[in-house]
């Protein structure tokens, strides 16, 4: 049982955050930054190729995470392999010892940096879910045998303030049904959203991990809430941050996420905090939410 799943298990408040594996294999800045924050979270997500910018893949760096003490969440995206490369991928990482895996569609390469590449996309992030369900059960997407069978505490993501909101509720349950075990959701700002969502989607004991992007800036906050579909910054929070001296923006979105950490905690079972660079920050965030 990874160190995620027992925490969830047992009822401690999880935290998990995420690191983008480099353009290159030069891991010593993404070390640094994952030695500063063990023992303060539960597993740190490893991207893969994130919006579509090719980088190291994560299941290496995962196993490097893992011989120094830190547990890895590898996201597993549907964008680039179809379904015999993703199991592939899948029985690889169970040997390499990692346990933890989200699923989710992937962006589209066109909006990366190789946008002449071709698009996969040959399973739907509950396919990919239902894959590993199926090889941890001892059998293939073919109905095929096993011989030796892997452990996987597997999960995905959602938008509770997504346009479509009832398409993101259907979505949701059939990964849910797919066998999802945990969500990380997109960023949280306002707790009646993710009430709201929680009320129509009845994860039936599925773990949530609420997702937290601190806010830098006033600047920051109305770009998110005008070009990120499901990011909702309430008016108040602009309010507050554009008060904000230039000088008193750290602290200020440092007190903000903890804020957040404490209101959203009775809705979920942990938070998923997206840094962007803030890393060295998260621990004060974390103090700051236990207050």
């Known amino acids: ?5 027992r925490a969830i298990g047992t009822g401690q408040f999880a935290v ?3 690191l983008t594996p480099p353009k290159g294999t030069d891991l010593s800045e993404l070390f ?3 030695e500063a924050l063990k023992g303060h979270v539960q597993a740190i997500n490893l991207t893969e190729s994130h919006r579509a910018r090719m980088s190291m893949e994560p299941k290496a760096v995962g196993r490097l995470l893992l011989e120094r003490g830190i547990e890895p969440l590898v996201q597993v995206t549907a964008r680039d392999r179809n379904r015999i490369a993703i199991q592939a991928d899948l029985l690889g990482a169970a040997v390499l010892g990692i346990e933890n895996l989200v699923f989710m569609g992937g962006d589209a390469p066109k909006g990366g940096d190789h946008p002449e590449a071709k698009p996969v996309f040959d399973l739907t992030a509950a396919d990919m879910l239902r894959a590993a369900a199926g ?3 001892g059998h293939d997407l073919a109905g095929n045998e096993l011989k030796g069978v892997p452990k996987y505490f597997i999960g995905a993501v959602a938008n509770p303030a997504a346009p479509d909101f009832d398409g993101e509720i259907a979505n949701t349950r059939r990964k849910i049904d797919a066998g999802a075990q945990f969500l990380q959701t997109q960023a949280i700002y306002d707790p009646y959203l993710l009430e709201r969502f929680l009320e129509a989607v009845k994860p039936d004991g599925v773990a949530i991990l609420a997702g ?3 806010l830098k800036s006033a600047k920051m906050a109305r ?3 005008g070009n990120v579909p499901g990011i909702v910054v309430p008016e108040a929070l602009f309010t507050e941050l554009a008060a904000t001296p230039p000088d008193q923006e750290v602290a200020k979105g440092i007190e903000i996420a903890g804020r957040l950490i404490r209101t959203l905690r009775p809705y979920c079972a942990g938070v998923h905090l997206m840094a962007l660079g803030w890393e060295q920050y998260i621990v004060a965030m974390l103090k700051a939410g236990a207050g």
């Open 1 to 5: 049982m990874s160190l995620l799943e």
């Open 16 to 18: 998990t955050t995420e």
């Open 32 to 34: 640094a930054k994952a």
């Open 135 to 137: 090889l941890r059960a």
């Open 212 to 214: 937290i992007i601190p």
């Open 223 to 225: 770009w998110l809430h």
